[in-house]
């Protein structure tokens, strides 16, 4: 079956703009993972959710940063007035539930902030 | 805090050679461990994992064992190829729904 999708696969903007980022995971997989990867660097966590629980936010870095899930389908992460910084690929993942389950891994979103 | 740490890369090998990444967790409890690969151009995979101390992790001719005295979940793969080059994490799960992942190690085998 298909895998998770992210979109779009790469994205240039200028500081200052908002952009969305889509992520589309396996069908029924309840559990979503943003991370964020810098060049050179491991993956860092942002936000997840599971189910219609509260997401776990803790991960996110600053208010610029924010993503919306519809049940148990897609997913964006938005960033406003994004800065050169929140240059990295952003990755989303899913699993059928958390807690140990395998992660799934998108292509992931690859930005750059002019 | 929870963290993983791994071997810097990059790693370059003939084909046939002997390979070893190695990763050390600091954790309070028992986490899980896994080593995801990134194959260019793809995402990240589940390539093994281990849930509790001694379990040894092994896929595709690599393995890697829970070791908890040492704190460390090594990746070794006795002879690789030139399709194994990729960029390799390690990661632990130290809460229900968190993974902390190290920096990534590069390996290059060339034929």
């Known amino acids: 079956g298909a895998g998770v999708s992210q979109s779009p696969s790469n994205k240039v903007t200028e500081k200052g703009k908002d952009v969305e980022l889509r992520c589309d995971p396996i069908?029924?997989?309840?559990?979503l993972y943003w991370y964020r990867q810098r060049l050179g660097q491991g993956l860092e966590f942002l936000i997840y959710f599971q189910g219609n629980s509260a997401p776990d936010k803790s991960g996110l870095p600053s208010d610029r940063f924010s993503a919306e899930r519809t049940g148990e389908s897609v997913s964006t992460l938005t960033i406003q007035r994004t800065q050169q910084e929140d240059s990295a690929v952003y990755l989303c993942?899913?699993?059928?539930?958390?807690?140990?389950?395998?992660?799934?891994f998108g292509p992931g979103t690859r930005l750059t902030v002019t | 805090g929870d963290s993983v740490t791994q071997m810097e890369g990059p790693v370059t090998l003939s084909e046939e050679a002997f390979l070893t990444i190695n990763c050390t967790y600091t954790?309070?409890?028992?986490?899980?461990l896994f080593w995801y690969v990134q194959y260019p151009g793809e995402g990240l995979q589940l390539l093994l994992k281990a849930t509790k101390a001694d379990d040894k992790g092994s896929n595709k001719g690599f393995e890697a064992t829970y070791r908890k005295e040492t704190t460390s979940f090594h990746l070794e793969k006795g002879s690789v190829q030139v399709s194994d080059s990729a960029v390799y994490f390690c990661?632990?799960?130290?809460?229900?729904?968190?993974?902390?992942f190290g920096a990534g190690t590069r390996l290059t085998v060339k034929p």
């Open positions: 954790a309070t409890g028992y986490p899980s």
């Open positions: 069908s029924g997989h309840t559990a």
């Open positions: 993942a899913s699993s059928l539930v958390s807690g140990g389950y395998e992660q799934y």
């Open positions: 990661a632990l799960l130290y809460n229900n729904n968190d993974m902390r």
